[in-house]
C-alpha cells in the first residue's frame, strides 16, 4: 500500500485485551472477533507488555484493577516506550469516579468504558479510536515521505550550489592549472625535439625531463583533487586543524581573476588572527568561497566605478573572527531575519538557490561557531563569523592585503 493510500480502517485490526476476569475477556473477545478484528488475550498487566514486546497491536482494551500490575501502571510504561507509545489504551472499568476517569487520561489512555458495558458502545469507541489510530499512521507515513523528498530536495539544490560555487571560481583554476601544463608541454616538446633530431642527450638529462614532467603531473593532480574536495558535500571534522592565513588566501587566489573580469577589488586585512581553527581546511575554504559568492553576485548587479569587497581577519577573544563586506545594494530590511533560512533569496542575484547562507550557517555551527550578518554597514552588506581557534595557536602579527 503506497502512502497516496488510506488504509482499511474497520476490519483486521490487532486487538488485546487485558483483564483478570474470564467472563470479561471471553465477553469482549467475542465481540470484537465478529466485527472482524484478530484478538488477544492477556489475563495480567505483566503478560499484556510482554506480549506487545514480540507484536505490538492496533489497540487495546485495559481492565483498570488487576492484581499486581494495575491498568495505570501498564499505560505508564507503554508510553514511556517510544515504540508504544501511540498504541491507542481503552481502559474499562467498574468505577465511575471521577478521579479514576481523569487518572486514566492522565496515564496516557485515549478513553474511558465503565462495567457492565454494552456492547454497541464498546464497539463504537473501537471503532473511532481504529479510525483514529490508522489515519494517524496514515498521516505519520505521509510527513515521512514528505521529510523524504524535502531532504532530497534540499541535496539537489545544495549540489546545484556546490556547482554554482565551482563556475566562479573555474577561471582561477585554469589559472592554477595553467602553469605547471605549459611547464610539462616545455619539457615534453623538448623530448620530442631530441627525438626528430636522432640526437638523444645523456640519459641524466632525460630522466631530469621525465622527473619535471612527473611534478608538472603530480600538481595538476593536487588541484583537480582540491577542487573536487570543494565540490564535495563533506561530514565536520571536529579534531581537524586549518591554517587561517594561508587558506583565505588561496581562496583569494582562485576567484581573483573572476572578480577582475567585474572590476572588483578585493582587499584582505590580517589584524593579528588566530592561526589556526579547529576547523576542516575544505569547510572554511566553502565558508570563504560562499561569502565572496554572494558579494561578487550582488556586486554584478549595480553599476559603479569602485566595487570593493572586504575581507577582515581579526581576534574575538581567543576565537577568530572573519568579516566579508562589500559595497553593493546591501540587504533589504524585509530579507534581513530571514537572510539564514533555507530557500530564502534575496531577489537581488540569478540562479540563486537560497541554500548557500543555510549551509554554511549550518557548518559553522558543528564547529561551534557562529555568523551574523551586521547591522551597521554604512553600505552593502557584512557577514561576520567566529569560529573557535586552536588552543595553542598564538595571533599571528603580519599585516597585509
Known sequence: MSTGEIPDLLTGALILIVDDEPANLQLLADLLKRRGHAVRVAPSGQLALNYISRQKPDLILLDLNMPGMDG??????????????????????????????????????????????????????????????????????????????AATAIERAAAVQRVGMMGVISTGIAHEINQPLNA???????????????????????????????QCAGQISEIIQHMRSLARDQKPDRSAVCEVVATTRNILQLVEYRLARQHIVAQLEIRNPPSQVMMATVHLEQILINLLINAYEALGRIDRPCKQIKIRLSAAGSDLLLEVADNGPGIRPADREKIFEPFHTTGLTENNTGLGLPIIKSMIELYDGKIWLADDAAEGARFLVQIPAVESAGPREDKGH
Open 72 to 149: 495505570y501502571e501498564v499505560c505508564r510504561r507503554l508510553k514511556d516506550n517510544p515504540d508504544w507509545t501511540m498504541i491507542p489504551v481503552i481502559f474499562i472499568s467498574a468505577s465511575d469516579e471521577e478521579q479514576n476517569i481523569v487518572q486514566s487520561f492522565v496515564a496516557g489512555g485515549v478513553d474511558y468504558v465503565t462495567k457492565p458495558f454494552h456492547s454497541a458502545e464498546v464497539e463504537a469507541r473501537v471503532e473511532t479510536h481504529l479510525k483514529l489510530y490508522r489515519y494517524q499512521q496514515h498521516l505519520e507515513a505521509l510527513v515521512q515521505e514528505k521529510v523524504r523528498e
Open 184 to 214: 610539462l608541454k616545455m619539457r615534453a616538446d623538448s623530448l620530442l625535439y631530441w627525438e626528430n633530431q636522432r640526437n638523444l642527450p645523456p640519459v641524466q638529462e632525460i630522466m631530469q625531463d621525465v622527473r619535471a614532467i612527473s
